[in-house]
């Protein structure tokens, strides 16, 4: 199955092509194809005047990623790149090699360091670390030449703290020229725009929820009550006889007003801070969830536990015991198609691999 498709217009001088899913061949099942095929079907177009790169991508092989990211930033036509959902890890380069690049509202960028699972004796892991700063350096440069030298330093810190970006961000940044409205977003093409559109869902279903007032059970209709005269009503508020309300009406009415008056002793709400602290723990959790299964080969959980409540640590749980039923490894491409980091337990997912084994 191909991760990209392209199409020429009727007048042979424009042509688009479309990035929709994992870049390179899928380590886990074999599909997909590689930079070579991209590259040939963009060369068959012929000579073409403007080329458009809509990207709606959670990232892929490395390798392929920066040849198409080379390929593009020597092709004669005006190209222009526009992220249309996520361009995540090495799409997040691909991005990188329009001569103008765009972003949809709404859209993601993400830049990291490359990261991986191995085993092997400390040389074999010295060895490996070194190779991972080569390609780490290999790839800030794309970023790089796009924002410019002085902003070496940013792109650096952005990528070791592996950081998304919204297309406001990224222009910040200088990675990209503009942020597009009209740009239609990708209809849901892939795991990433699948989860985090229920991502969405979710998280604005939460805000809703704490925003709204509990509702109180309907009551039923009562009769309408009967006329009730000012005195009556002193004397019900007072807690006093009808006689000595009307006795001292202009006393009270005093006492009503001034109550009215004084300002509240207690600040209202911050309702702005509790939304935000409710944004950011559903982006944590959606995050970690997108994480976990994209990591250990489960991407069709993604949405499910994404639109669901379940916790963090709970997800994580249900994805190892999915994981340990299969037969698959943990992947080792470019995050976050795979390998391992902080709060992965793959110790987990083999030590329950190894006991249904047993069973």
Avoid at 225 to 236: G, H, I, K, W
Wanted: proline fraction near 4%; aromatic fraction near 4%.
């Amino acid at each position: 199955m191909k991760w990209f498709e392209v199409q020429a217009a009727a007048d042979g001088r424009h042509a688009d092509v479309w990035i929709n899913d994992q870049i390179g061949i899928d380590w886990w099942s074999g599909d997909g194809t590689t930079a070579s095929a991209f590259i040939n079907a963009i060369a068959s177009l012929g000579d073409v005047e403007a080329l458009t790169v809509h990207i709606n991508s959670p990232g892929g092989d490395v390798a392929d990623g920066i040849a198409i990211a080379n390929y593009l930033r020597g092709h004669k036509a005006q190209v222009t790149t526009r992220v249309e959902g996520i361009a995540a890890s090495i799409a997040a380069t691909i991005a990188m090699g329009g001569d103008r690049r765009e972003m949809a509202t709404g859209s993601l960028l993400m830049i990291h360091d490359p990261w991986t699972v191995a085993m092997g004796n400390a040389s074999e892991m010295r060895k490996l670390a070194d190779d991972l700063d080569t390609i780490r350096n290999g790839i800030c440069e794309l970023f790089v030449a796009r924002a410019g030298e002085p902003r070496r330093a940013e792109i650096q810190e952005a990528m070791r703290a592996e950081t998304w970006m919204t297309g406001e961000d990224a222009m910040a940044l200088g990675l990209i020229d503009a942020v597009e409205a009209d740009i239609k977003a990708a209809a849901s093409i892939g795991d990433y725009s699948r989860a985090l559109a229920a991502a969405g869902r979710s998280a604005q279903h939460h805000l809703e929820q704490q925003r709204a007032p509990a509702q109180p059970a309907p009551a039923q209709p009562a009769p309408a009550p009967s006329a009730m005269s000012a005195a009556d009503a002193l004397a019900l508020a007072f807690d006093i006889e009808p006689a000595q309300a009307e006795a001292r009406a202009a006393e009270l009415g005093d006492q009503i007003l001034a109550w009215r008056d004084k300002p509240a002793t207690s600040p209202a709400p911050d309702t702005a801070a509790l939304q935000r602290e409710a944004v950011a723990a559903e982006r944590e959790r959606v995050v970690a969830i997108i994480d976990t299964c994209t990591t250990t080969g489960q991407h069709q959980l993604m949405a499910k536990l994404v639109s669901s409540d379940m916790q963090t640590d709970t997800a994580r749980e249900y994805v190892f015991d999915v994981a340990a039923a299969s037969s698959a490894g943990v992947h080792s491409s470019h995050s976050p198609e795979g390998g391992q980091r902080a709060g992965i337990d793959t110790q987990g997912i083999y030590a329950r691999r190894r006991a249904r084994s047993a069973s």
